[in-house]
C-alpha cells in the first residue's frame, strides 16, 4: 500500500498537526484538574474526547483502512477519510467539492421556479473583534450577526428586537412615510408627530409583511477566518433580489457593529459555494485553534428556499457511491469494522471476530 505524502507542497505539515493535537489534549487533560464545577468537567472531557479522536482520525486519514462485508462472504478494505475539514487539506477539498454541488443543484432548482430577479449573489461581511475577545467567541458572534443582517436585508426579521432593528434600518423610508400620512390625512399635521410616527410604521409594516416575494429568497452562509491575522467574516451566498451594499453595510454596523461588507452578483455560483478552509500560511498550532474555535459549530447553515433538498440530492446524487464486491459485484457492502494502518502492515487483513477493529488498546486483538 502506498503511503501517503505527509508534507503538501503547500507547507501543509499533517505529522505537525498531529502533535500539535495532541500536545493541545495533555495541556487541557492537565487543566481540567485544576477547574472546579462538574458541569465545566463534564464539558471538558468531551472536549477531549474530540480533540483525541481528531488527533486519531487525521493521522489515519487516507491510510487506515474501512473493512466491508458483503452476504455473499466477500470482502474488501477501502482507505478512510477523517474528514475533519478543518484539519486535513484532503477533507476540506472533498468536503467543499460536495457542498458546492449539493447547494448548487438547490440553487438551480430554486431560481428555475422563482422570478428573475432572484439572482445568486455572493456577500463577505466581515467583523471587527473586541478586545481580548477569544477566536471562538468572535467565530459565534460573526455566525449569529450575520444571520440576523440576512434576515433584515431580505425583510424576514424574526423576532422583536430585529423588528427593531428593521424600523432602524428603514428609518428614512419611515420618515417620509409620515411625512406622507400628514400630507394624505385630513388636519394630518395637526396630529401629534407621535401619532403620525406610529401610523407610518404601522404602514410600513403591513407593506413589508405584504410584499408577494418575502420568504422566497434564500442563503447559505458560512464563518471563515481570514489569511492575516485570522479575522473572522461571513461568506453568504444568496438567492434573492438586489440589495444595496449601502444597506447591506448599514444593517451589518447595526447589528455588529463593524462595516466592512461586500456584495456583488455570483457569475459562478458553484464557485462562490465553495466555501474555502485556508491551510496554506497556517501553523499547526494555528491550525488547532481554528478546529477549536469552531468545535460543535455548524459551519455551513442554510436558509429559506436553500433549506430544503433538491430532488436529485433526495435521489442520493450526492451521496458517496456505495462499495462494490468483488466477490458478486452487487454493491450492498456493509461497513463492519476498520483495520489501522500498523495492523495492515503486521500483515492483517481483516479485523477480529466479535471485535470492530484491531488497536493496541482494544482488549481483545
Ligand atoms: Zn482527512
Ligand atoms: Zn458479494
Redesign the pocket.
Known amino acids: 500500500m502506498e503511503e501517503q505524502d505527509q508534507k503538501d507542497p503547500n507547507g501543509y505539515d499533517r505529522a505537525a498537526v498531529v502533535s500539535s493535537l495532541r500536545r493541545e489534549w495533555c495541556r487541557r487533560r492537565l487543566d481540567r484538574f485544576a477547574r472546579g464545577a462538574p458541569a465545566e468537567l463534564e464539558a471538558a472531557g468531551k472536549l477531549l474526547e474530540e480533540i483525541s479522536d481528531a488527533a486519531a482520525g487525521l493521522e489515519g486519514c487516507g491510510r487506515d483502512l474501512i473493512y466491508y462485508e458483503?452476504?455473499?462472504?466477500?470482502s474488501k478494505l477501502v482507505p478512510r477519510s477523517c474528514g475533519y475539514a478543518s484539519l486535513c487539506p484532503q477533507c476540506a477539498r472533498r468536503e467543499a467539492a460536495r457542498v458546492s454541488a449539493v447547494y448548487h443543484s438547490r440553487l438551480l432548482e430554486r431560481q428555475g421556479s422563482l422570478p428573475a430577479w432572484f439572482k445568486p449573489r455572493s456577500l463577505t461581511l466581515t467583523l471587527r473583534p473586541n478586545e481580548g475577545e477569544t477566536l471562538r467567541a468572535v467565530v459565534l458572534r460573526c455566525r449569529s450577526a450575520a444571520k440576523t443582517t440576512l434576515r433584515l436585508v431580505y425583510g424576514i426579521p424574526s423576532s422583536g428586537a430585529e423588528w427593531s432593528l428593521m424600523r432602524q434600518l428603514h428609518a428614512r423610508q419611515i420618515e417620509k412615510l409620515v411625512e406622507l400620512t400628514a400630507e394624505e390625512t385630513p388636519g394630518g399635521r395637526a396630529r401629534s408627530l407621535r401619532a403620525r410616527r406610529r401610523e407610518a410604521i404601522a404602514k410600513w409594516r403591513s407593506m413589508l409583511v405584504a410584499e408577494r416575494t418575502r420568504r422566497r429568497a434564500g442563503w447559505v452562509v458560512a464563518v471563515e477566518l481570514g489569511e492575516r491575522g485570522m479575522k473572522a467574516h461571513a461568506h453568504a451566498v444568496a438567492l434573492a433580489p438586489y440589495v444595496d451594499q449601502k444597506i447591506l453595510a448599514r444593517a451589518w454596523e447595526l447589528v455588529s457593529g463593524s462595516y466592512v461588507v461586500w456584495i456583488t452578483n455570483a457569475r459562478n455560483a458553484k464557485e462562490a459555494l465553495k466555501y474555502p478552509v485556508k491551510f496554506t500560511g497556517r501553523s499547526a498550532s494555528e491550525l488547532v485553534s481554528v478546529f477549536l474555535a469552531f468545535h460543535g459549530i455548524r459551519r455551513l447553515e442554510a436558509f429559506g428556499c436553500l433549506r430544503t433538498p433538491s430532488a436529485s440530492e433526495r435521489a442520493g446524487a450526492f451521496d458517496p457511491p456505495p462499495v462494490e464486491?468483488?466477490?458478486?459485484?452487487?454493491s450492498?457492502?456493509v461497513a463492519t469494522g476498520w483495520v489501522p494502518l500498523v495492523a495492515y502492515e503486521s500483515g492483517i487483513r481483516a479485523p477480529p471476530m466479535g471485535c470492530s477493529f484491531v488497536h493496541a488498546a482494544c482488549p481483545s486483538s
Open positions: 458483503c452476504v455473499c462472504g466477500g464486491c468483488p466477490e458478486c459485484h452487487e450492498g457492502m
